[in-house]
């Protein structure tokens, strides 16, 4: 049991087309995290959560938005997809920083 | 805004030599973490370090923390094939800051 699942795991989208992704976790983690990965930049943090309905941005925060209406779940919208968006959007969850993160699978998505 | 350089960006090496990479930043961390990556996965933790100094051992790896806790080195002795991938090293600020990346290629 992974105890953290993405969802969908590839999609193809048009630019201007809004996107949702999910992140579904069993493990009850009151934190979680959604980054983006490209070519050059390691892991950048998008928004982050500390619990239900409590959320932040991170450092590339501009052109997305994200929801945690329950623990387990922690959506990342696209509001209007962009050629620049697309990437590969990993989620995590955790406790404090100290005790590292566990990241899902990934997302790839490309923006059309 | 904190940063973290690794160095190298790219490493292709044959199966037996040894490696290090780097990870470097003027920030302090209150702790460095190290994970390795493998394509179509996520990011899975191989270690933490807290203290300066601090040295762990992973079997042929070896995790080193710097005096003043802005660096940290990774090091592999007698690489195998099934090193390969990507390593990432993530500084502590409150929340995890990662470098960019060290993509290590072992070749048989």
């Known amino acids: 049991d992974a105890g953290i699942t993405q969802s969908p795991r590839h999609k193809v989208t048009e630019t201007g087309t809004p996107v949702t992704l999910r992140c579904h976790q069993t493990e009850n983690h009151r934190y979680m995290y959604w980054y983006r990965q490209d070519p050059g930049h390691g892991l950048r943090l998008i928004h982050y959560s500390y619990g239900v309905k409590d959320t932040d941005k991170g450092e590339v925060s501009d052109g997305y938005s994200v929801s945690r209406s329950k623990t387990e779940d922690f959506l990342l919208t696209l509001e209007s997809a962009t050629s620049s968006q697309t990437s590969v959007y990993f989620c995590?969850?955790?406790?404090?920083?100290?005790?590292?993160?566990?990241f899902g699978s990934g997302t790839r998505l490309t923006v059309v | 805004t904190q940063l973290l350089e690794q160095s190298p960006q790219f490493l292709s090496i044959q199966e037996g030599e040894n490696l290090t990479v780097y990870c470097n930043s003027s920030s302090v961390f209150s702790s460095l973490q190290w994970y390795r990556q493998e394509p179509g996965e996520g990011p899975v933790l191989l270690v933490t370090v807290v203290t300066g100094g601090e040295v762990k051992k992973l079997k042929r790896l070896t995790f080193q923390f710097g005096d003043a806790r802005k660096d940290s080195s990774l090091h592999i002795t007698a690489a195998q094939p099934g090193d390969t991938g990507l390593y990432l090293c993530?500084?502590?600020?409150?929340?995890?800051?990662f470098g960019q990346g060290t993509e290590l290629s072992v070749k048989p």
């Open positions: 995590a969850m955790g406790g404090q920083a100290w005790d590292g993160y566990t």
């Open positions: 993530a500084g502590n600020g409150g929340k995890l800051i």
